[in-house]
T-cell receptor
């Protein structure tokens, strides 16, 4: 039972390059999330998908796009990376759809991204 | 701006000492409250949560937290810490007004010295 799997674990990009962060969960969860973690800032929600087929912006969506490919997978795309996007990115999932976080988030191990 | 504040950035304790980590938030109205923990090299996991009812909630590994509505606080406590409690602890708030968002504090790093 792998839980939430993120790839890659590490990535270095040059400014202007694009890349997609992959996330997959094997728990049949309805909701999936992308967070970024920066020093002194805590975790901030980038985008979420409350259920298959829906996506919505979180607190810091600018510069990102997402795709809920199916119930298992939720990818995060940086079209033109900027140094401000240097961060650790976490994918998470939860059992229930919708809001209120009344089921716990299950996190992946994170992707450490550096943009030079 | 509304926020979640964890004023202790790094706490160092000896084993068997008591722990209290502060968490204050500024959202009005109904809130759901959480503490998440990240052990070294591991992913974040839920420690405990409060939705309603008894304001003193118990979580895993002997942790508990008390919701004090008048103080907008949800402090985490443990009577006697162990070396294995060394981790980073995050308070998180889901306000009813922002139902689709979960706001995290900046985290408190706890180091327990054997």
């Amino acid at each position: 039972n792998a839980g939430v799997t993120q790839t890659p674990k590490f990535q270095v990009l040059k400014t202007g390059q694009s890349m997609t962060l992959q996330c997959a969960q094997d728990m049949n969860h309805n909701s999936m999330y992308w967070y970024r973690q920066d020093p002194g800032m805590g975790l901030r929600l980038i985008y979420y998908s409350a259920s298959e087929g829906t996506t919505d912006k979180g607190e810091v969506p600018n510069g990102y796009n997402v795709s809920r490919l199916n119930k298992r997978e939720f990818s995060l795309r940086l079209e033109s990376a900027a140094p401000s996007q240097t961060s650790v990115y976490f994918c998470a999932s939860s059992e229930k759809s919708g809001s209120s976080y009344n089921s716990p988030l299950h996190f992946g191990n994170g992707t450490r991204l550096t943009v030079t | 701006a509304q926020s979640v504040s964890q004023h202790n950035h790094h706490v160092i304790l000896s084993e068997a000492a008591s722990l209290e980590l502060g968490c204050n938030y500024s959202y009005g109205g109904t809130v759901n409250l959480f503490w998440y923990v990240q052990y070294p090299g591991q992913h974040l996991q839920l420690l405990l949560k409060y939705f309603s009812g008894d304001p003193l909630v118990k979580g895993i590994k002997g942790f508990e937290a008390e919701f004090i509505k008048s103080k907008f606080s949800f402090n985490l406590r443990k009577p006697s810490v162990q070396w294995s409690d060394t981790a980073e602890y995050f308070c998180a708030v889901n306000p009813a007004a922002g139902a689709n968002n979960l706001f995290f504090g900046t985290g408190t790093r706890l180091t327990v010295i054997p």
